[in-house]
């Protein structure tokens, strides 16, 4: 269903653009412009954080990961308070020095203070690993995990994690103020990559987190890519008591004034220039409706 819905919304916006091109607002090349998945594609995401306390057994366990993430959207179509999810096409590789578990339980659940700034965050695609690859294809049973995590860092004893963090965007359904809960399939999610034979717990580790889109990373944008920010809430006019509610009018939706109806007669008159508006609505929408025979 997401998939569906992603192509459609990707047709519309290749067919706005045509048409801009023809009336010569815009060139060919706005047709194959980047995608805007961070820019401004969704206001949430899930950031799916697997990783490791080497580099060798993270190559295997994203890749094991990222097998699994088709799954997890599977299940997030089925629940009704998400109207769509759509996940990134790639991960992202980060690397981490931590000198306690306290640091160490902030990595895993997407913290990034304490990213190495001289490692470069890489993506799933473009390191092109044969073992990433080979696990992401659903290969990772049959693969050897080395186990080797512990560094020196300084005479002191450090720890360096490897993460890879997948994105999926998720569009929130208002259904009566139902707030939204996919503990279960989170949960689901996990099971199913830990439950992978060579899963070790003091090794590897899985988490989801929510991410509003003025959060996301800094590495997740290209150069000259404009990054979300936080709206700004509009503070209430205090020389009216407190806050204000906005009528329809200021709303931009022109509610015209009723007179007061006293008599049979003037009740008769508004139900039927109710109707007349009603057979005007709907004589206008069905011929909106009929496609035209000319292209």
Partial sequence: MSTKKIIIKELERGGDVVDQIFAGKLQWKDLFTRHSFFTEGYRYYLSIVAASRSKEAQLIWSGLVESKVRLLVADLENVDTIDLAHPFNKGFDRVHLCHNEEEVEKVLHGDLEYQMKDIKTETTDSTNDPKHDAAAQGGADKMEVAKNSEVQQNGKESVMIHTTTYYVGIEIAQIGGKRLDISYQSHDFQRKCTSWQQYDSEMNSLNIVTTRSHDLPSDVFEPGEVRPTRAKK????????????????AAGLEVPSLPLLRTNKDWSLLSRSIRIMLESYFRLKLESDIPSENY
Avoid: E, Q, V, Y
């Avoid at 407190?242 to 329809?248: D, P, Q, T, V």
């Fill in 234 to 249: 509009i503070k209430a006019n205090k020389s009216d008591g407190g806050s204000k509610k906005r009528n329809l009018g």
